[in-house]
């Protein structure tokens, strides 16, 4: 084998090396990545598929749950506000022996996105015979009422109006959502 | 090892040489595999300089230089003696055709010649040394004898007998490699010394000369160097070479195996990674109508479970305050005549004032109460003067009094 004989020979060694061997190196490492992710994903997937049946009993329990809260809401249709439902709270308080008054609505605020909660202040005035049940009525009405703060003041006033309340009033409702056509 | 005239010598112990007598694969091949000086006394030799200590160009002056180098016939050889300060060192070697015979024969291709690591060691190192190795020979056994001692059956007696005694002669012959060795600035030289036959110069150069020590010569064999390596790596090229020269259609089809076996491999993994990430491709395929739904269904349980952790979260941040009024009704007797004047429940305080026949009493009832903590007078309890203290009691409550989750509600 002549000197010229080896140099071609190593020449093309090297060649092959250069565009032949490394190319399809590189091209195999990348479709093996390829191929890790694609079976992860793979897996992944036949998991997802094999556990269906959990996922779908125990959407239905917690979908229940869900409806079973938000059934007991007052409920407002798409495009309205809830300041409506709050007044309408505030006046089923009102009887002829207590004021009420001062009252005005802070914000809504939306939990979920069909449930949440208005929140306002008012002041009721009156004799706490008639205004202590009158709170108490709210809160029986918990947890879809609630009350965040509560001033309860003894007034040095008439004796037909010797309690001021200052309330902080939440209340819980629901939107219904709208159907597609 | 060392082959000179009167054969081959291990310079390794006696008892180390026996353990490679064994004949097994690995001390055949090990044997094989072994450095062979050749004996002063088999060889012409020459130092040269050249004043460059570029490796390049050191290989290419002695390729020029080699086929004309040597006086008489013979193989020659060169091997870099020192490559320092733009100079390179070089020992140019003849090696008789009978010694290169007798190593071949033994199957020895690692040829190097005696003085080369003296050279090595005492470079710059100028004097007259005097170097003496003692030798153990080497039986290497022919196929026959092995086969013999091996099988021991088929060994006569008086075989058994000759091959017992030429053992025990050289074994017994006391043997030993003794150099001279000239080092000066630019002239390195070595001459075989025979004691036997001594002629007046040399006695007188002996006389001068100072005597290696045993750990010098030890040292010097077993140095690393890295010239070593370039003389390994030239030995292998080298047989290699001489490998494909004489089995030239063997090599071909040893690198038509080689590239087969190569080529084979490249396609095999290629169509196999083809095929695999085509099938998981497929798989996919197949499979998403059903996963879209199962996602679909697992996203909308993580979203549910979301919402319902989010009003849960709400709902316990807003306790119903009946809890707290019941507890402050229970405090409330004819005895201690206690009126509220103020009740300021905020989310996690309260703060109560009045009147009471003894504030500090009320205080100890209500740090009793489970979930009140930080009970605390704001102001220190005035006394009225129609008898009793007027209070003012601020308190911290958490979550331990009451509250509703979302599952009880449900319930």
């Known amino acids: ?52 049946q959990l996922i779908s009993d125990k959407l239905g329990l917690l979908q229940q749950q869900y409806k079973a809260f938000s059934d007991k809401l007052p409920s407002i249709k798409p495009g309205q506000k809830a300041n409506a439902l709050w007044f309408s709270l505030v ?91 | 090892m060392l082959l000179g005239q009167n054969g081959l010598f291990c310079l390794s112990s006696h008892q180390h040489l026996k353990k490679q007598q064994n004949n097994n694969f690995i001390d055949k091949l090990r044997f094989h595999v072994s450095k062979c000086f050749i004996a002063r006394d088999s060889y012409w030799e020459n130092i040269v300089h050249y004043p460059t200590a570029n490796i390049i160009e050191v290989y290419k002056i002695i390729t020029a230089e080699l086929p004309q180098v040597s006086p008489i016939k013979g193989h020659t050889y060169a091997y870099i003696v020192n490559l320092s300060n733009n100079k390179a060192t070089v020992l140019y070697c003849c090696f008789s055709e009978e010694i290169v015979s007798a190593a071949k024969a ?58 017992k005694e030429r053992s025990s002669i050289e074994d017994n012959a006391q043997h030993t490699s003794e150099l001279l060795l000239k080092i000066e600035a ?49 030995h292998v090229i080298e047989k290699v070479t001489q490998l494909v020269k004489k089995q030239s259609h063997l090599t071909s089809y040893v690198a038509i195996v080689l590239l087969t076996s190569i080529l084979t491999f490249m396609i095999g993994k290629s169509l196999f990674l083809s ?93 009793k109460v489970t979930g009140f903590n930080q009970v605390a007078f704001n102001t220190p309890p005035a006394t009225l003067r129609k008898g009793g203290e007027g209070f003012n009691i601020q308190l911290h409550f958490n979550d331990n009094i009451t509250h509703y989750t979302y599952q009880e509600l449900t319930q």
């Open chain 1, 1 to 52: 084998m002549t000197r010229q004989q080896i140099t071609l020979l190593l020449l093309t060694l090297l060649l092959a090396i250069k565009f032949i061997y490394l190319p399809w190196d590189e091209w195999a490492t990348t479709t093996q990545n390829n191929i890790a992710q694609l079976s992860f994903f793979y897996e992944k997937q036949q998991k997802v598929i094999d556990n269906e």
């Open chain 1, 91 to 181: 006046d089923s308080l009102k009887t002829k022996d207590i004021k009420v008054y001062n009252q005005k609505v802070e914000f809504e605020q939306y939990i979920t996105d069909d449930i949440g909660y208005v929140a306002g202040s008012l002041f009721i005035s009156g004799k706490a015979l008639e205004v202590m049940p009158a709170i108490l009525a709210l809160e029986t009405k918990a947890p879809y009422v609630f009350l965040d703060q509560l001033k309860l003041i003894k007034s040095s006033g008439s004796r037909s109006e010797n309690m001021v309340t200052q309330l902080y009033l939440g209340y819980w409702f629901s939107k219904s959502i709208e159907q597609a056509p």
């Open chain 2, 106 to 163: 033994h199957k020895l291709w690692r040829l190097l010649p005696e003085s080369l690591p003296y050279y090595r060691y005492l470079f710059n190192k100028q004097g007259l040394y005097f170097s003496s190795v003692a030798l153990t020979p080497f039986h290497y056994l022919t196929k026959k004898e092995n086969g013999l001692i091996q099988k021991d059956h088929g060994l006569t007696k008086k075989e058994s007998v000759l091959i």
């Open chain 2, 186 to 234: 630019d002239k390195l030289s070595s001459l075989p010394v025979n004691k036997n036959n001594l002629d007046m110069f040399t006695t007188a150069m002996l006389a001068e000369s100072s005597t290696l020590e045993k750990n010098d010569i030890h040292q010097l064999f077993n140095k690393f160097n890295p010239l070593n390596v370039l003389d390994f790596g030239h």
């Open chain 2, 275 to 367: 095929w695999h990430e085509s099938h998981l491709t497929q798989l996919i395929a197949e499979s998403k109508v059903t996963a879209n739904k199962s996602l679909k269904l697992s996203n909308e349980l993580k979203k549910i479970k979301n919402d319902i952790d989010n009003i849960n979260t709400n709902l316990a941040g807003h306790p119903p305050r009946t809890q707290l009024l019941r507890i402050l009704i229970t405090l409330v007797n004819k005895d201690n005549q206690l009126k509220f004047s103020t009740i300021d429940i905020s989310p996690s305080q309260m703060q109560i004032r009045g009147t009471i026949t003894n504030a500090a009493s009320l205080l100890s009832a209500l740090s």
